[in-house]
């Protein structure tokens, strides 16, 4: 019995060696097998792994700061300085142009001395560029591709451009002295204009790369240069370049004009005052010959933009970026009023016993402009509880529904424009008495024209209210803006006629402005800069959650709009630091006017003066009638 159960184990054990071995035959087998199938399949995993490693990022971010943060103050920085570095050009080149003609060479030294400042911007403004193009490409690859592949050829003309634009730039500069007399000064002229054609297509080029992203036009059929024309030929390509190309004027003067203001109040001679109060009023004078017609390019944007896209211009206009726009009424109305009190200032200060002449005039000017303004700056509509809303009798104040729509608001504008022009050709007309035996007609004739163009303007603007929308944008709206350009293209050559043999009663002095001229120049410069960021936020903004408009959807973490507090906090932010750039710009170009100044006055201030950026001075606050002030040379 024992031994039988002794062979049944060792039988069982044999059966469990067997079934054991036949396991680990087939587990052998599948690995076999297995290793086999891995070898095979060895290239297909390993570019599997590579297309793992190599799939295309669309997104990237920057921990706590923000990678739309950090591109927003980039860019905005950029634009800044390159609306300054392609204003100034124009800028100076009409300066030298004025010097050359005139013999005055104030104007040349003027146009010299912004050039200088020139080429320490546009090399800031190159560095900027290129620190912009590598955090696109960083944080947006997937958009830049896209971009890339359309606007190729684009970028290669760009290229080509900057080339070209950059040895003009160093010619026109370093040429300055050796082509200062004669056939070399006609030649340095056409660099100058060479110089601004160049600066004009560099602005238009990367324009069309940003008008595309709201407005694109997309084909998929032709040749890559084909292709890269449709999209840059996008219907805001040519408001946007007008709309720049006249800011841009309007930002250099402003900024020539700061520039001045702040060299005026820390003048420490005569001679200063006298030569950074004339830099004042030209730069001013440019600032706001731009500013004129800037509301008018900007409408005509707007309204390209709504015949885009509906929904995008109710976006900016009706949506939750309308508000923008009452922040923009507020930031123009104080350029206008800074404009024309810098004028006024003029008026009463420079040409001795035209306050009480002109104290009357200035004083209906300036009623008319703070009831205009504040007719613009009124809001459609209120955040109100439902209580509120019932004491109002509904959701709009009463005055709301009369004033905050656009009908009031375009004719307001309209209004401001005609009233700072007026003041432009005051200031133009002062210490000048017309000898023209034709000069009462003409006078008659640019007075009732005005006069007949703002009850027109009034009166198409009451009307709008009766009409329907399409009609009032359409018709109404342009027909009021044609009448102020109207009124302007009328009146000014009519006394440009005048004044060519006008007799001067009061000769123009220089140095006897106020202090608070010198800060109403910085004001006007911060609110243009003030302005252009806004603009650029609603521009992007009204994209809301689309790189490209329809085309290329925003998938990242900051596919939102930002809120008007946070925006205008960057804003802020973006005008602050800009204007910091420029003074260290500023300061480092000047570094050697300064200290050779110094060494030819011996550091030495002019007896009794003190600077006006320590507190003023009874020199430049003493009244306009003052004796000693008047016999100052001009």
């Not at 500023?586 to 011996?602: E, L, Q």
């Amino acid at each position: 019995m024992a031994n039988d159960e002794v062979g049944t184990m060792m039988d069982q054990g044999l059966t469990i060696t067997n079934h054991g071995r036949q396991i680990a035959g087939r587990v052998a087998l599948m690995a076999g097998c297995a290793a086999l199938l891995g070898w095979i399949g060895l290239p297909d995993t390993a570019s599997a792994q590579e297309a793992a490693v190599q799939a295309p990022t669309a997104y990237r971010d920057l921990p706590y700061i923000g990678s739309r943060n950090l591109v927003w103050i980039i860019a905005q920085l950029h634009l800044l300085l390159a609306g300054f570095v392609l204003g100034v050009p124009i800028f100076a080149w009409l300066c030298e142009i004025v010097g050359w003609k005139s013999g005055d060479k104030r104007y040349d030294k003027l146009a010299k001395e912004f050039t200088k400042l020139l080429t320490s911007s546009y090399a800031t403004t190159a560095l900027f560029g290129g620190i912009l193009l590598f955090l696109l490409i960083g944080f947006y690859p997937k958009l830049m591709a896209y971009l890339t592949d359309i606007f190729f050829p684009s970028f290669l003309v760009y290229c080509c451009l900057f080339l070209v634009e950059t040895a003009t730039l160093y010619l026109y500069w370093y040429g300055w002295d050796a082509m200062a007399e004669g056939s070399g000064k006609k030649f340095h002229i056409f660099l100058g204009f060479l110089l601004n054609v160049f600066a004009f297509f560099i602005m238009i080029v990367p324009n069309s790369w940003a008008t595309f992203q709201s407005s694109p036009v997309v084909i998929s059929e032709g040749s890559d240069f084909a292709r890269a024309w449709a999209a840059t030929w996008n219907p805001t390509w040519w408001p946007v370049n007008i709309h720049r190309l006249i800011a841009n004027v309007v930002l250099g003067g402003y900024i020539c004009g700061a520039y001045a203001g702040i060299r005026y109040l820390s003048a420490r001679s005569t001679e200063e005052r006298y030569h950074y109060d004339w830099m004042g009023y030209v730069g001013s004078f440019i600032g706001v010959f731009g500013l004129l017609p800037l509301p008018f390019a900007g409408y005509w944007l707007m309204r390209e933009i709504y015949q885009y896209n509906q929904q995008m211009g109710i976006t900016l206009m009706g949506g939750f970026l309308s508000w923008l726009f009452i922040l923009q009424a507020m930031l123009i109305g104080v350029l206008f009023l800074g404009s024309n009190y810098y004028f006024w200032l003029g008026i009463t200060h420079r040409i001795p016993g035209s306050e009480t002449q002109y104290r009357k005039p200035i004083m209906a000017m300036l009623i008319i402009l703070l009831l205009c303004l504040g007719v613009w700056m009124t809001p459609h509509s209120l955040v109100a509880s439902l209580e509120e809303a019932q004491k109002m009798g509904g959701t709009h104040h009463p005055l709301l529904g009369v004033f905050g729509v656009m009908s009031a608001k375009m004719t307001v504008s309209n209004l401001m424009v005609l009233v700072t022009f007026m003041s432009f050709i005051m200031y133009w007309r002062a210490g000048k008495e017309d000898t023209a035996g034709w000069a009462k007609a003409a006078k008659a004739l640019m007075g009732g024209v005005l006069g007949l163009a703002a009850i027109a303007v009034i009166i198409l603007g009451v009307w709008g209210y009766f009409v329907p929308a399409i009609i009032r944008i359409n018709y109404f709206s342009t027909s009021q803006v044609g009448i102020v350009i109207f009124v302007m293209l009328t009146i000014t050559p009519l006394t440009a006629l005048l004044l060519k043999s006008a007799k001067t009663t009061t000769e123009m002095v220089w140095g006897r402005m106020p202090p608070r001229a010198g800060y109403a120049l910085v004001l006007n410069a911060v609110m243009v800069i003030l302005l252009m960021t806004l603009m650029g936020y609603a521009r992007s903004s009204s994209r809301v959650h689309w790189h490209v408009y329809g085309v290329m959807r925003d998938s990242s973490p900051y596919a939102f709009s930002p809120a008007l507090g946070y925006a205008a906090a960057l804003m802020a932010l973006n005008t602050f630091l800009f204007c910091m750039l420029v003074a260290f710009i500023f300061w480092v170009a000047t570094m050697g006017d300064k200290a050779k100044a110094a060494a030819s006055a011996k550091g030495a201030p002019e007896p009794g003066h003190i600077p006006a950026m320590a507190g003023g001075s009874q020199a430049l606050d003493g009244p306009a009638s003052d004796a000693t002030e008047g016999n100052r040379p001009v």
